[in-house]
């Protein structure tokens, strides 16, 4: 909605404009600068989107001064406390909860597209033996555009809701296929039989020389990690998979797009990151010099799961998956590494009463806990960034999916200052100096 507007005066020529001022249903106003250039012939500069709002969104609302999380609406804590994956994924979706008939036809849907063309199975052999398995569902994922491109019309809804099922549909069955070609086991194929995290752990888990049954303690966790991760409105793997898409480029293409963006130890690789470093801890004794290590500015060392652009309080998935590491400690004491778990405690309240990190507002992020749980569910830690891109893959292709339908769909091209050398002549070699 747009209440009033904000005059943007050029002092050097006395121009103005009237910006327009619109309103969502929380969250700062917004400045609606379209008209800027050819008002006043400048642009904005805004490196890495600190005040830009980038699109309109109905998704998801994340408040990053009071730490809150709404998914269409809901807050993530309730969705966790009450919710499953797969309704979390129909939810963001198609905007509401499912009545009980829907939400099993989705299941049902979803299910019915969890195996992958039999080709896949063979790309993984160009792979070495001990390559990343980011690097490897990036790969997989890219390829299944192969699989539905002429087929498939972007402007056709119906093509665009199955692109949505089978993106949700796939990514366990191909995360489960990385780790088991690390690890050189026979890939086993998806049962439907099973609900949407069993399935994952069995193709994770199972052999053909023996059987496995996942412990629902397990499951459940698992399934409230995937929650936590669903989404989070445009972080830079959403924002990646929006500007790909917005060149009409291939959604499988814009999928691995983003989970390029997601392997960056800045973002999704954080996960992996914070258990390298609590194990380089080691015990909480030597926490303060790494605490000092993170103050250091001659230092490049990060405290990592600390920090986070938007959220300059708790990390409210943060509280939830420290909850459920201490669910885990009390009904599978044997799985948790306690020791990591206890350094980890040490090292917040450490962090959190430190002048540095209470100044700036660091606070432990999504990704500062996730790793304990992942290690007591038998995740090896190599594939901790795969979990947190097939929990993030709903968010990906439901932004998609706004985007596509957006009034506003323009191709994204950003501006930029240029500051570089003005107009020179061509030098040939034997005239340069
Ligand atoms: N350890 C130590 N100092 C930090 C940390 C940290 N983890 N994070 C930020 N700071 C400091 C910066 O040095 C800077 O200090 P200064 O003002 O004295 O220069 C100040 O806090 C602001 O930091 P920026 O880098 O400007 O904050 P930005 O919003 O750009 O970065 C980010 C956010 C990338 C998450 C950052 O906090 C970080 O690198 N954290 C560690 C990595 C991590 O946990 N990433 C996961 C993020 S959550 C997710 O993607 C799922």
Request: proline share 6%; glycine share 6%.
């Amino acid at each position: 909605m747009t209440k009033h507007t904000v005059t943007i005066t050029d002092n050097k020529t006395g121009k103005s404009i009237e910006c327009p001022v619109h309103e969502g249903t929380y969250g700062p106003p917004v400045i609606d600068t379209k008209t800027l250039y050819s008002g006043l012939g400048m642009f904005t500069l805004d490196p890495g989107f600190l005040t830009t709002a980038s699109c309109r969104s109905k998704i998801t609302f994340l408040d990053g001064e009071k730490g809150i999380l709404l998914h269409r609406g809901y807050p993530i804590e309730q969705l966790a406390e009450h919710s499953t994956y797969l309704e979390v994924c129909y939810l963001l979706l198609y905007g509401e909860l499912p009545t009980r008939r829907q939400y099993e036809e989705f299941e049902a849907q979803v299910k019915f597209r969890s195996n992958v063309h039999e080709r896949v199975n063979h790309m993984y052999a160009g792979y070495l033996y001990d390559a990343h398995p980011m690097s490897i569902m990036v790969g997989v994922m890219a390829a299944l555009s192969s699989y539905y491109h002429e087929a498939l019309d972007l402007n056709d809804p119906a093509d665009r809701d199955l692109t949505a099922k089978r993106v949700i549909a796939k990514m366990p069955t191909l995360a489960a296929q990385c780790y088991k070609f690390a690890i050189g086991h026979p890939f086993v194929y998806p049962n439907n039989s099973l609900g949407y995290v069993e399935n994952f752990l069995n193709m994770m888990f199972s052999h053909p020389m023996s059987t496995y049954t996942p412990d629902p303690v397990a499951v459940r966790a698992l399934d409230v990690l995937l929650i936590l991760h669903a989404d989070h409105e445009q972080n830079a793997s959403t924002s990646t998979v929006r500007l790909s898409g917005s060149a009409e480029a291939n959604p499988f293409a814009c999928i691995a797009a983003g989970m390029v963006s997601l392997w960056g130890r800045a973002h999704g690789g954080a996960n992996e990151a914070v258990i390298h470093m609590l194990n380089e801890i080691k015990t909480p004794d030597n926490i303060p010099k790494f605490i000092a290590r993170a103050k250091d500015k001659k230092d490049t060392f990060r405290l990592m799961g600390f920090g986070h652009r938007v959220y300059k309080n708790f990390d409210p998935r943060s509280r939830v998956i420290r909850k459920v590491c201490y669910d885990l400690l009390e009904r599978l004491p044997n799985k948790v590494d306690r020791a990591l778990f206890d350094t980890a405690l040490k090292l917040e309240d450490i962090a959190l009463k430190d002048e540095y990190f209470i100044e700036r507002k660091l606070y432990p992020n999504v990704d500062f806990y996730s790793g304990i749980i992942l290690k007591a569910l038998g995740i090896p830690l190599s594939m901790f960034t795969v979990i947190f891109a097939l929990g993030r893959s709903v968010g990906w292709i439901a932004q998609w999916l706004e985007l596509m339908e957006d009034p506003d769909f323009k191709i994204g091209r950003p501006r930029q200052l240029y500051n570089g050398a003005e107009k020179r002549d061509y030098v040939p070699f034997n005239q340069r100096s």
